[in-house]
C-alpha cells in the first residue's frame, strides 16, 4: 500500500563552503527583546524545512541560486534582526543584538534529475535530509549563532531544492513563511515585501506582576520514574501520506456529533492513539497531547507579526482510555485541548515562563502535532512555480525530537490531495506504528468500497 511505502534515495552534493549574506544596505544596530513566548526552552533549537521545484523552461539561464542570494540581501534590510545574533541577559531573558552580520548560506549542485526521486516523494525525503539542508553548525544551539541557515541546491534538470533551517525563538511557521514569501517576491521582481514585518514582540509579555490563573499540564516537571524517556540518537524517520478520501472513511467512523470534526483533528487522533499502542505502555501510564493553537485569530496581533504566536494547551488520559476507546475519544480530547486556548490561557501561559524559569515541555508521555497546512510553504515561488513539497521532513529536532508530528498538504504522484505526517520513533515501535497503520487502512478501504456500493445502490432506486 502506498502509505506504507519508505524509500531510501542517495545522490551525490557538491556544497560550495558556507558565506554569510549580510543586508544589501546598512541597517540599525540596536537590541530587541523577545517575548515571553518566544524564548521558552522547548523553542530553543533550529527547524528545518523544504521547499522542493519543478524546472521551468521559461526562465532558461536564470540561475536560481543567484536570484535567491540577492534577494536575501534585499530581504533581510526589512528583517534585520534575523541578520543579528541572539543573546541571553539576566533570567534567561532572550535578545537580539541586531550587528547585520548576516545569515549562513550554501550553494550546491546535485547529481540528480527531480524526475528520478518526483515518483518516490514523500518517502525519500527523510533519507535525504543531509544532502538538501545540512545543519552546518552542528549544532541546535541558538546563541551567538546565525539565525538562519539557508541551502540552495541545484537539480541537473534546472529544478532545485530550497532548504532552511531556522531559529524557533525568532519566528514560528507563519513568521518564518512570511519571511520566505518576502524573499520570493523580490526574487519576482517585487521591491519591498508586500507584507511589511512587525516586531512588536511585547505583545506576548508577562503582566506586571505575572500570576498563573491557568493549569498548564505541558509545562509539568514529571519525575521519570518508570525509565519511559527514549534516546533521541535511537530514533529513526519515516513519512506516511494520508489521501483525503482516507482521512473522510476515518471521520465517517466517528459518532455523529464529531463528522464536522476537522481533517487535522481526526488525523491527529488516529495518529496519537496508534503511536501510543505502538509504545505499548502499561495501561495505567499517562499521555499528553499538546495542541499548536495560533493566537493570530485569538487575540489582536497586527498582520506582519512575524514571532512565536503559538500556546500548546494540552489533555491528559492514561494509555487505558486512549487505546481501549474509539477513534472518538481521541478526537473528542484534542477538540477540548484546543478550546482551551482562550485569552485568559495565553496570558497566564505567558506569565507562567516568568514565574517557572522558562521550562520546557514535560518528557513523560506527551504527543504534539502541529496543523502546517494552511501556512501555504509550498505557495513560496521565486520565479519558478510554486513548489511541489513544502514543509518540515522529520518528526521534531533538537529537544523535542521524537514528540512532535506535522500535517503537510501534498498531492502524490497519482494527482491524490493529501496530508503528509512525519513521525520519529525508535525502530520497534515505528514498525508496529507501521504495521498498525497498514492494517487499519485495510479496514478503512473496505468501508470506503461498501460506503461507494451502498451510495451506488441508493442512487439506482
Known amino acids: 500500500m502506498e502509505t506504507m511505502q519508505t524509500i531510501d534515495f542517495s545522490f551525490q552534493v557538491r556544497k560550495c563552503q558556507p558565506e554569510l549574506i549580510a543586508p544589501a544596505n546598512p541597517t540599525p544596530y540596536e537590541f530587541k527583546q523577545l517575548s515571553d513566548v518566544d524564548d521558552q526552552q522547548s523553542l530553543r533549537f533550529q527547524l528545518p524545512l523544504v521547499n522542493i521545484y519543478h524546472h521551468n523552461p521559461s526562465l532558461e539561464g536564470r540561475d536560481p541560486v543567484k536570484v535567491i542570494k540577492e534577494a536575501i540581501a534585499k530581504a533581510l534590510v526589512f528583517y534585520y534582526p534575523l541578520a543579528g545574533r541572539l543573546r541571553e541577559g539576566p533570567g534567561r531573558k532572550l535578545f537580539v543584538e541586531c550587528t547585520g552580520e548576516g545569515i549562513l548560506f550554501i550553494e550546491a549542485d546535485a547529481d540528480v534529475s527531480l524526475e528520478q526521486f518526483r515518483d518516490t516523494l514523500p518517502y525519500s525525503l527523510s533519507s535525504m535530509e543531509n544532502n538538501i539542508i545540512h545543519n552546518s553548525l552542528n549544532s541546535d544551539g541558538v546563541l551567538n549563532s546565525p539565525l538562519l541557515l539557508i541551502q540552495v541546491t541545484r537539480l541537473k534538470c534546472g529544478g532545485f531544492i530550497f532548504g532552511i533551517h531556522f531559529d524557533h525563538t525568532m519566528a514560528d511557521g507563519f513568521g518564518i513563511a512570511q519571511f520566505m514569501k518576502a524573499i520570493a517576491e523580490i526574487a519576482r521582481g517585487a521591491f519591498a515585501p508586500s507584507i511589511l514585518p512587525v516586531w512588536q514582540r511585547a505583545l506576548l509579555t508577562a503582566r506586571d506582576p505575572p500570576r498563573i490563573t491557568v493549569r498548564h499540564y505541558e509545562y509539568d516537571q514529571v519525575v521519570d520514574t518508570k525509565s519511559t524517556l527514549i534516546p533521541a540518537n535511537n530514533m529513526i524517520d519515516r513519512l506516511f501520506f494520508f489521501t483525503q478520501r482516507q482521512i473522510s472513511t476515518l471521520r465517517q467512523t466517528l459518532p455523529a456529533h464529531l463528522h464536522d470534526c476537522s481533517s487535522f ?8 492513539r496508534l503511536r501510543t499502542i505502538a509504545f505499548q505502555l502499561k495501561p495505567e501510564e499517562e499521555v499528553r497531547f499538546l495542541c499548536v493553537v495560533n ?15 503559538i500556546v500548546f494547551p494540552t489533555v491528559i488520559t492514561t494509555v487505558a482510555k486512549l487505546c481501549g476507546n474509539p477513534l472518538g475519544y481521541a478526537v473528542d480530547l484534542i477538540r477540548k485541548a484546543k478550546a482551551k486556548a482562550t485569552k485568559e490561557y495565553i496570558k497566564s501561559m505567558v506569565d507562567f515562563m516568568v ?9 513523560i508521555g506527551p504527543f504534539m502535532m502541529s496543523d502546517i497546512t494552511r501556512i501555504g510553504f509550498e505557495n513560496v515561488d521565486f520565479g519558478w512555480g510554486k513548489a511541489i513539497f513544502g514543509g518540515p521532513i522529520i518528526g521534531g529536532c533538537g529537544i523535542i525530537r521524537g514528540m512532535i ?9 497519482n494527482g491524490e490531495k493529501g496530508i503528509v505526517v512525519p513521525l520519529c520513533l525508535p525502530p520497534p515501535a515505528m514498525e508496529r506504528f507501521r504495521a498498525n497503520v497498514h492494517a487499519s487502512l485495510q479496514v478503512i478501504q473496505v468501508l470506503d468500497k461498501v460506503d461507494r456500493d451502498m451510495q451506488t445502490i441508493l442512487s439506482a432506486l
Open 355 to 363: 514565574i517557572k524559569g522558562r521550562p520546557r515541555f514535560t518528557e
Open 295 to 309: 493566537l493570530r485569530s485569538k487575540i489582536d496581533i497586527p498582520l506582519g507579526f512575524y514571532g512565536n504566536a
Open 405 to 413: 508530528s506535522y500535517s503537510i498538504a501534498f498531492m502524490n504522484r
Open 265 to 272: 483533528e481526526v488525523l491527529a487522533a488516529y495518529v496519537w
